[in-house]
């Protein structure tokens, strides 16, 4: 085989490994773009866990939606970026971000009306609904469910250090339902299925709570007080 041969077969292979790496440095740089809001949500809705006042809560929320603009904007330059038909092929650059950011959806959705946010409503908080090239993974929108049972258990508990004592009432029949909904899936996912196994210990973690509530009758006495004004 002459060197000639040789250099026709693999230099088209050099053009292509060059061209992914150069789509995957954009990918890289726009995902960081997006890291950035996200960690500012955090952040933001972190006040869940030291101030319990409605108003606090309110404003959280308002805040989280306000900087999901800017993850919009980012999600909207990586649809350019990604090659039409290659999104598994990109993916692991922003599988666990839109994770969090489901989950931090979900979290605005469950402080401001107390309800399970859908997948539609997910995909158009993070700005990925009605793409070219991005779409909404079904595992994506799962994981993010599965890491609001366990925040909503660390909300239970801490719900308790401010005397809010009704509040694990009501997260335990939310993560009661949502752990219900998920016992009506096959699991075939190894990931899926592991982190699922996981959420026993919260929906265990939130039980004990609102058993020692329930001991101490702190609930039923939170419920008779008056509402301040």
Not at 156 to 184: C, H, M, W
């Amino acid at each position: 085989m002459s060197s000639k041969l040789i250099t026709e077969i693999f230099t088209p292979f050099q053009d292509h490994i060059n061209e992914e790496q150069e789509i995957r440095e954009e990918i890289r740089q726009i995902m960081k773009s997006i890291e950035k809001p996200l960690r500012e949500i955090i952040t933001v809705l972190q006040v869940i866990h030291q101030d319990h006042k409605l108003e606090e809560l309110h404003q959280a929320c308002i805040k989280g939606r306000e900087i999901f603009e800017e993850v919009r904007i980012g999600f909207e330059k990586l649809d350019k970026i990604v090659p039409a038909g290659q999104y598994y092929r990109y993916h692991d650059h922003w599988k666990y971000v839109m994770q969090r950011l489901c989950f931090l959806a979900a979290l605005i959705i469950y402080l401001e009306k107390g309800i399970l946010i859908d997948k539609l409503t997910a995909a158009q908080i993070l700005g990925i609904h009605e793409k070219s090239n991005l779409k909404f993974d079904l595992e994506d929108y799962l994981m993010g469910l599965l890491n609001l049972s366990t925040e909503l258990s660390r909300f239970a508990v801490n719900s308790v250090t401010y005397k809010d004592y009704d509040r694990p009432l009501q997260i335990s029949k939310f993560v009661a339902e949502l752990n219900a909904g998920f016992r009506l899936l096959n699991l075939k996912n190894d990931s899926l299925r592991k982190r699922f196994d996981a959420m026993k210990y919260d929906v265990k973690k939130i039980e004990e709570v609102v058993y020692d509530l329930s001991i101490r009758g702190l609930a039923a006495k939170n419920s008779e007080e008056p509402v301040e004004k």
